[in-house]
């Protein structure tokens, strides 16, 4: 390809609404363009990095097994109806009525078309494990798209689904996509962690995501300092912190007033923050009160205390329906709470000590509080968010906290999409069964946005060479000197011929505003053809990462620059 050819518009501002370094250098190294909120168009230079990571996750997937299809966007309701989803799904869908008037949507994701798709056709155990994916656009109506192609409300997306036999079936095609997802992000250059997730509301029993560090991620992730154990904050199964044993007083209340939150609390009783509860109130669709307590330098975890409680979702609770069950907003704590009222605490608050908890009424608390002897009818869980300083739960050693995007994800669904829309093949003895079924995901754009977000500096893009549009830019200083572009012509066919992807930029512009570019898009290695290359038969190699520059003699310099590109 030449430059003078390429539709590769550079700009030298970003948009204004632009946060991300991602978001700002694919905009002005043009590789993507907006069209609206959430959509975007893939230049040339972009679509070329998207094919590449898609023909990496081809080849990873084709080696476990993976055989690629392709399966309509628009979807018909009826499928979303029989697995629940239909009304489950919420405003992320987006749906749509036909002439007709019946109803469909975008598919944001593929599980009820796969399921729906696959139980006429697969009959015998013979047939399995089957492992089906495609790479496809999804649609999802984000409450806030932003950050470029890192939360677009259209994406592409690899999805493959596994369809087995039995549950160590299961466990299998997990392993295979857990593997291949680890292959894929190393080619892909990126440094990742697969961490334990937490199944949402997709639901399934077991989960990783595959997260790239980086401090602009919206996962924030515990790893241990001392073992592989990393799990996102939402997840995170945390041990018992015992409180050193103390002889238990008797409760006592005390007037506290004005002291409505734990700071004031604590430095009001001048107690460390240790040795006080703290209360979050929610309530449940129907409204239902659900209070969560937790120890006052901990954070109350959501997806813990939903999955504690059996509520579907939770919703911040009305002042009114605290005071209703007896408690008061601010001065909090399980006792004296009105029945039927539902009470989680965190199992660390269970093993506290001669705490402080809120008395539920205005101005005073409770001091000398022993949840185990004060405590009557709560829900005992693991319902806090990990923090800094935690010990592991594998080893015991101090976790600590980074933050990182969710490149993909992988889960064991089990027979929750093929109960549902009753999925089933004969097995060994002729009985019917439901598939066991896994799905695992990659967000092909937002793969792309992490490479940048992890590979840039003040001049641009570093693209790793795997995922670069082009590996190498041939860049005569002088494209109006015709000795010069011939020799830059004839090195870019030679690399060209022996399988590396070339770019020339034959651009008639000054050299500065070429370079700049390059520097701005990323190539990984720039062949620079200067007066001095004629002279003394070389060429100048600047590698985009280190800065580095080499020249290399013009008879054998193609040995060297494949060894070179082997390392970027
Ligand atoms: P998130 O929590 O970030 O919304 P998700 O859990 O909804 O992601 P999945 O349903 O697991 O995502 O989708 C698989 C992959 O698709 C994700 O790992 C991510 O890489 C990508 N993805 C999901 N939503 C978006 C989006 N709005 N824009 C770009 N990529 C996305
Ligand atoms: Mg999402």
Same mark, same amino acid.
Not at 170 to 178: Q, R
């Given at each position: 390809?030449?430059?003078?050819?390429?539709?590769?518009?550079?700009?030298?501002?970003?948009?204004?609404?632009?946060?991300?370094?991602?978001?700002?250098?694919?905009?002005?190294?043009?590789?993507?363009?907006?069209?609206?909120?959430?959509?975007?168009?893939?230049?040339?230079?972009?679509?070329?990095?998207? =094919?590449?990571?898609?023909?990496?996750?081809?080849?990873?997937?084709?080696?476990?097994?993976?055989?690629?299809?392709?399966?309509?966007?628009?979807? +018909?309701?009826?499928?979303?109806?029989?697995?629940?989803?239909?009304?489950?799904?919420?405003?992320?869908?987006?749906?749509?009525?036909?002439?007709?008037?019946?109803?469909?949507?975008?598919?944001?994701?593929?599980?009820?078309?796969?399921?729906?798709?696959?139980?006429?056709?697969?009959?015998?155990?013979?047939?399995? +494990?089957?492992?089906?994916?495609?790479?496809?656009?999804?649609?999802?109506?984000?409450?806030?798209?932003?950050?470029?192609?890192?939360?677009?409300?259209?994406?592409?997306? =690899?999805?493959?689904?596994?369809?087995?036999?039995?549950?160590?079936?299961?466990?299998?095609?997990?392993?295979?996509?857990?593997?291949?997802?680890?292959? @894929?992000?190393?080619?892909?250059?990126?440094?990742?962690?697969?961490?334990?997730?937490?199944?949402?509301?997709?639901?399934?029993?077991?989960?990783?995501?595959?997260?790239?560090?980086?401090?602009?991620?919206?996962?924030?992730?515990?790893?241990?300092?001392?073992?592989?154990?990393?799990?996102?904050?939402?997840?995170?199964?945390?041990?018992?912190?015992?409180?050193?044993?103390?002889?238990?007083?008797? @409760?006592?209340?005390?007037?506290?007033?004005?002291?409505?939150?734990?700071?004031?609390?604590?430095?009001?009783?001048?107690?460390?923050? !240790?040795?006080?509860?703290?209360?979050?109130?929610?309530?449940?669709?129907?409204?239902?009160?659900?209070?969560?307590?937790?120890?006052?330098?901990?954070?109350?975890? !959501?997806?813990?205390?939903?999955?504690?409680?059996?509520?579907?979702?939770?919703?911040?609770?009305?002042?009114?329906?605290?005071?209703?069950?007896? *408690?008061?907003?601010?001065?909090?704590?399980?006792?004296?709470?009105?029945?039927?009222?539902?009470?989680?605490?965190?199992?660390?608050?269970?093993?506290?000590?001669?705490?402080?908890?809120?008395?539920?009424? =205005?101005?005073?608390?409770?001091?000398?509080?022993?949840?185990?002897?004060?405590?009557?009818?709560?829900?005992?869980?693991?319902?806090?968010?990990?923090?800094?300083?935690? +010990?592991?739960?594998?080893? *015991?050693?101090?976790?600590?906290?980074?933050?990182?995007?969710?490149?993909?994800?992988?889960?064991?669904?089990?027979?929750?999409?093929?109960?549902?829309?009753? /999925?089933?093949?004969?097995?060994?003895?002729?009985?019917?069964?439901?598939?066991?079924?896994?799905?695992?995901?990659?967000?092909?754009?937002?793969?792309?946005?992490?490479?940048?977000?992890?590979?840039?500096?003040?001049?641009?893009?570093?693209?790793?060479?795997?995922? /670069?549009?082009?590996?190498?830019?041939?860049?005569?200083?002088?494209?109006?000197?015709?000795?010069?572009?011939?020799? /830059?012509? =004839?090195?870019?066919?030679?690399?060209?011929?022996? *399988?590396?992807?070339?770019?020339?930029?034959?651009?008639?512009?000054?050299?500065?505003?070429?370079?700049?570019?390059?520097?701005?898009?990323?190539?990984?290695?720039?062949?620079?053809?200067?007066?001095?290359?004629?002279?003394?038969?070389?060429?100048?190699?600047?590698?985009?990462?280190?800065? !580095?520059?080499?020249?290399?003699?013009?008879?054998?310099?193609?040995?060297?620059?494949?060894?070179?590109?082997?390392?970027?």
């Amino acid at each position: 390809m030449k430059a003078s050819q390429l539709y590769a518009p550079t700009l030298r501002e970003s948009p204004a609404e632009a946060e991300l370094i991602s978001h700002k250098l694919m905009f002005r190294a043009g590789l993507i363009r907006k069209a609206a909120g959430g959509l975007y168009s893939y230049l040339p230079l972009g679509w070329r990095v998207i =094919k590449k990571i898609s023909q990496i996750i081809r080849e990873e997937m084709d080696a476990e097994g993976g055989q690629e299809i392709m399966m309509p966007i628009v979807q +018909p309701s009826e499928i979303w109806q029989e697995s629940g989803r239909w009304q489950v799904y919420g405003d992320e869908m987006m749906r749509m009525r036909d002439r007709h008037g019946r109803e469909f949507c975008l598919g944001p994701t593929h599980e009820e078309m796969i399921t729906s798709l696959v139980r006429a056709e697969l009959r015998s155990y013979k047939q399995l +494990p089957q492992l089906i994916y495609q790479i496809q656009n999804k649609y999802r109506d984000e409450i806030r798209p932003r950050f470029g192609l890192m939360r677009s409300r259209e994406f592409i997306m =690899k999805d493959l689904y596994s369809f087995d036999k039995d549950e160590s079936g299961l466990d299998e095609s997990y392993k295979k996509m857990f593997d291949a997802y680890t292959r @894929i992000f190393t080619r892909c250059g990126l440094e990742f962690r697969p961490v334990e997730a937490d199944s949402g509301a997709i639901g399934g029993s077991n989960s990783h995501e595959f997260t790239v560090l980086a401090q602009s991620g919206e996962s924030s992730i515990a790893f241990c300092t001392n073992c592989d154990f990393a799990a996102s904050d939402e997840k995170a199964e945390l041990k018992i912190i015992i409180a050193p044993a103390e002889d238990e007083k008797p @409760i006592e209340k005390v007037e506290t007033p004005d002291a409505h939150t734990i700071e004031l609390v604590k430095n009001f009783l001048q107690v460390p923050i !240790e040795k006080t509860i703290k209360a979050v109130a929610f309530q449940d669709d129907d409204g239902k009160l659900i209070l969560a307590f937790v120890r006052g330098d901990h954070e109350a975890n !959501e997806i813990k205390i939903l999955n504690a409680s059996g509520a579907m979702h939770l919703h911040m609770a009305e002042e009114s329906a605290i005071v209703a069950a007896g *408690g008061s907003p601010g001065f909090m704590s399980p006792i004296g709470l009105k029945d039927g009222t539902i009470v989680v605490v965190d199992q660390t608050v269970m093993e506290m000590h001669n705490a402080v908890a809120g008395a539920n009424e =205005k101005n005073f608390h409770f001091i000398n509080v022993n949840p185990k002897r004060d405590f009557k009818n709560v829900i005992v869980a693991d319902i806090r968010k990990v923090q800094a300083g935690d +010990p592991c739960p594998h080893c *015991g050693h101090e976790l600590k906290m980074t933050r990182g995007i969710e490149v993909g994800q992988v889960f064991k669904l089990g027979t929750k999409y093929s109960k549902a829309m009753n /999925a089933t093949f004969l097995d060994e003895n002729g009985k019917a069964k439901f598939f066991q079924m896994g799905c695992y995901g990659i967000g092909v754009g937002r793969t792309m946005a992490a490479a940048i977000e992890q590979n840039s500096d003040e001049h641009g893009i570093i693209f790793p060479r795997n995922i /670069a549009p082009f590996e190498v830019v041939v860049c005569p200083i002088n494209s109006k000197d015709q000795a010069q572009l011939e020799f /830059a012509e =004839k090195i870019y066919e030679e690399l060209k011929n022996s *399988g590396i992807d070339a770019l020339l930029d034959d651009r008639p512009e000054r050299a500065g505003v070429k370079f700049k570019d390059c520097d701005l898009i990323g190539y990984p290695m720039r062949i620079t053809i200067s007066p001095k290359s004629l002279e003394t038969n070389s060429i100048e190699v600047k590698i985009r990462k280190s800065g !580095e520059i080499s020249e290399l003699p013009r008879d054998n310099y193609l040995d060297q620059v494949k060894k070179i590109l082997e390392t970027l």
